[in-house]
């Protein structure tokens, strides 16, 4: 079975510095791999997903994410936090094939930019 | 494109009542939708998948009978929170897999879309 791993429950972060969000998976084969972003009260909303190809993935929000298979992590990271990037960020991973329906998230993770 | 609502977005009921939550697929078709509920400051909990036309598969741990899922046409699934209890107050979420061809399927990585949510108290 697979399962995600969001090491941190909060990360702090200066406001105009780099910020990285982390996180492990375990899944059998090639994974895809998702990052989504959760504001008060809201559903989910997608940043970007890692299917094949390059280990760099960028986007929205100037976010990007880099797949390290030998590491089996997908840490999300971004040059220059914004105030406005507070929020609640979900990792999630899908085992291929057709099998696999479902997303597995991880716990989250609450990142706190500060002015 | 890829828009994913729900409703309602917030509702209150009394202990013991039951209330219908619809998750609707705006701007395409989805023959798979997802239900999800989150606890606070707890991850999101996968509790049945929605295919149009047939019974859902529920996760294990889920009542099938306490939450009965509906996915009449491929643009509307529904929850139905039976007899609601205080404890089934949470944050109830939808997603929903567009109709495309496999080799889009996984081009996309099986991407879900994900509807606003719906908060749920029952008193």
């Known amino acids: 079975a697979q399962s995600v791993a969001q090491p941190e429950d909060q990360v702090n972060v200066a406001e105009g510095n780099p910020l990285t969000v982390k996180c492990t998976y375990s899944?059998?084969?090639?994974?895809?791999l998702f990052w989504y972003v959760q504001y008060p009260n809201r559903g989910l909303q997608f940043l970007l997903k890692?299917?094949?190809?390059?280990?760099l993935v960028k986007g929205s929000y100037g976010f990007e994410a880099e797949f390290n298979k030998s590491q089996t992590s997908f840490h999300l990271k971004k040059p220059s936090a914004l105030v406005s990037d507070s929020a609640l960020y979900f990792c999630?991973?899908?085992?291929?094939?057709?099998?696999?329906?479902?997303?597995?998230f991880g716990g989250g993770t609450r990142l706190m930019v500060k002015p | 494109g890829a828009v994913v609502s729900q409703h309602p977005s917030w509702v209150i009921c009394k202990s013991g009542t039951s209330v219908k939550i619809e998750c609707r697929s705006l701007?395409?078709?989805?023959?798979?939708m997802f239900w999800y509920r989150q606890f606070p400051k707890q991850s999101l909990m996968l509790m049945a998948t929605?295919?149009?036309?047939?019974?859902?598969?529920?996760e294990q741990g889920v009542e099938k009978d306490k939450f009965l899922i509906n996915h009449a046409s491929l643009t509307l699934s529904t929850l139905t929170v039976t007899s609601a209890h205080p404890e089934d107050s949470s944050f109830y979420i939808c997603?929903?897999?567009?109709?495309?061809?496999?080799?889009?399927?996984?081009?996309?990585?099986?991407?879900?879309?994900f509807g606003p949510g719906t908060r749920l108290t029952v008193t």
């Open positions: 997603s929903a897999r567009d109709r495309e061809s496999e080799p889009i399927w996984r081009e996309r990585g099986y991407e879900q879309y």
């Open positions: 899944v059998s084969g090639n994974p895809y």
């Open positions: 890692y299917i094949t190809g390059d280990n």
């Open positions: 999630a991973v899908r085992p291929p094939g057709r099998a696999g329906n479902m997303l597995t």
């Open positions: 701007d395409f078709q989805a023959t798979t």
């Open positions: 929605s295919n149009e036309g047939s019974k859902a598969t529920y």
